[in-house]
C-alpha cells in the first residue's frame, strides 16, 4: 500500500466482481437467526443486479406478457435527501454505473442496540435498491476498535481491548445476519490501518490545520473557515468537538484530537508525535480515503453523528486534500423510547438481542423500515407486535401460495388476466416511484396490501376461485412481491420456517405452549358442541389477551399470532 498523499484515488483499487444479473436469480444469504454462521470481512465490491426494473414474471417482463396493455414507466431515477443542501436531489454517481458509499459503523465495546440497527438496516435497504437499479457498489462499513470507551469498558472487565471489541465486532455480525443486512464490501478495523491514519495526520499537519502540543496533535478548527457546513453551526456556537472534557491546552474549545499520547496501561502505536492512538474521528476519514478515495458518493450514519463527526470528517479530509468531497450527506433518524433519543449513555436503551429473544428478527426489520428512515421511530411493545402480525400475514399468504403452486408446477400459460396485470403494473409502479422517492419504504409496504388481497381472494373465496387463468394469477403476483422482499431484505429463508419461527415467539411472548392452546382449543369445541357460547367466547377472549387468535373453518379451529387485546385497545384509544 502507499500513502494518503495522493488525492482522489483510493490506496488500492477493489474490483468489482459479478453478481447475478437478474433480480429473479438473486440468492441472499440467510441463516436460520438461532444458528447464525460468522462471516470474515468481503475484501471486493459486489456488482449490480439487473440494470432493469421491470418485475420478472416467469422470465420475461411484464411488457412482454400482454400485448394489449404495457406497465407504466417508473423512473430508474434516484433522488436522496442530502444533509449538506438540506433537500432531496438526484444521485448521480461520479463515475457512471458505480457507487462508493461509506457509512460509519459501530464502536464495539458492547451488544449492539435497536438504535443501531436502525441506521444498518436503512443503509442495507440502500445498498440493495442501488443494486437493483443497476449499480456496481462497493459498499464500506468500519469497525471501530479503538476509543476511549472500549478501553474504559476493558479495564472494568480486565480484558484486553483490542480482544474485547474484537468479539464484539463479532457479535455485531451475528446480528446484522439475522437482520438479513447484507455483508459490506470492506469492513475495515482501526487497528489494521494504523499507518494510513498516522499518514493522513501528517498530511493535515503540513498544511497548516493541526499542531501539536505534548504529544497529541489538534485539529485548528479556525484554520478551516468552511468548519460548520454540515451542521450549520457557527464557530463561536460549537462545543468540543471530542467525546471528553474540553482540554485547556486548545487554542480553540472546538479543536478536536487527531492523536492522543499514551496512557499508562492503554494500547498504543508509535508515531512522530510519539506512542499514542487516535482521535474518534480521524478514523473514518483515513479509512473512507483508503478505500474510496477522498472523491465518493454517498457518505452516511445516524442523525447523531451530523456533529461533531461527519463535520470533523469533512475538515479533516479537506485539510488532507483539497480536492476531498463526499457528493451525498445522508443521515436517518434516531429511535426513540418516551421522546428521548435510544442509546446507550442514556440507559434507555434495548439490545438487539434483547428484542429478537422475543420477536423475529424480520419482524424487527420490517418494524424499523415502517417509518420513514429520516423521522423518528418512538420503540413500542405495539408497533413490534403489529410488525410481527403484519410478517406473519405476508409469509402465510405467500406459503398458501407456495403449496397451491406446488401442485400445478407444469402447463401454466404465459399470459394473465388484464384485472391481475392491472394489480401488479400498480404495485411495481408504487414500489419503483416510492423508493427512488428518497427511500419511502413505508409506502411499499403499505402498497403490498393489494397483491396479498388479491391472491387471498383467488385462493380462499368462492368468487376468486372461479377465476379464469387462476393459478397463473397466483403464480404471477407472487413472483411480484417475493422480488420486492427480496430487494427489501425482508424474504426470508423459507415460508413455513418463518411461519414456525414467528409463531414459537409468539408463544413465549403469551407464556403458553403449543400442546396448552390445542387443550384450550379442544375445551372451546366442547363448549360450541354444548352450546355454553359464554365458556367459548371467554376461550377466545383469554387467548386474545395474550396474543394468540383462533380461526374457525369447516376443516376445524386453528390458532395464529396477533396483537395481545390490550394493545389493540391501546392502539385503538391512541387513533
Known sequence: MGTLLKCNKPLFSIRFSSFPNSLRSVQLRTHSFNNPKRRNPIRRCFSSLSPSSQP???????????????PGSPSSELWLHNTMSKKKELFMPKVEGKVGMYVCGVTAYDLSHIGHARVYVTFDVLYRYLKHLGYEVCYVRNFTDVDDKIIARAKELAEDPISLSRRYCDEFIQDMVHLQCLPPSVEPRVSDHMPHIIDMIKQIVDNGYAYRVEGDVFFSVENFPEYGQLSGRKLEDNRAGERVAVDSRKRNPADFALWKSAKEGEPFWESPWGPGRPGWHIECSAMSAA??????????????????????????????????NVSYWIHNGFVTVDSEKM????????????VMDLYHPLALRLFLMGTHYRSPINYSDVLLESASERIFYIYQTLHDCENVLSQHDKGLQESIPPETLNVI??????????????????????????????????????????????????????KIIRNVLSVLGLMPTSYSEALQQLREMALKRAKLTEDKILQKIEERSEARKNKDYEKSDAIRKDLAVVGIALMDSPDGTSWRPAIPLPLQEQQVAAT
Request: glycine fraction near 6%; aromatic fraction near 6%.
Open 343 to 354: 442509546s446507550k449513555s442514556l440507559g434507555n436503551f434495548f439490545t438487539i438481542r434483547e
Open 425 to 478: 403494473n400498480k404495485f411495481h409502479n408504487d414500489f419503483s416511484t416510492s423508493m427512488s422517492d428518497d427511500l419511502h419504504t413505508p409506502v411499499v409496504l403499505a402498497a403490498l396490501s393489494d397483491p396479498l388481497k388479491t391472491i387471498n381472494d383467488l385462493l380462499h373465496t368462492r368468487k376468486g376461485k372461479k377465476q379464469a387463468m387462476r393459478i397463473e394469477s397466483v403464480a404471477a403476483l407472487e
Open 56 to 70: 420478472l414474471i416467469n422470465g420475461t417482463t411484464l411488457d412482454k406478457m400482454d400485448g394489449n396493455q404495457q
Open 291 to 324: 478505500y474510496l478515495g477522498y472523491s465518493f458518493d454517498i457518505h452516511g450514519g445516524g442523525m447523531d453523528l451530523v456533529f461533531p463527526h461527519h463535520e470533523n470528517e469533512i475538515a479533516q479530509s479537506c485539510a488532507a486534500c483539497k480536492q476531498s
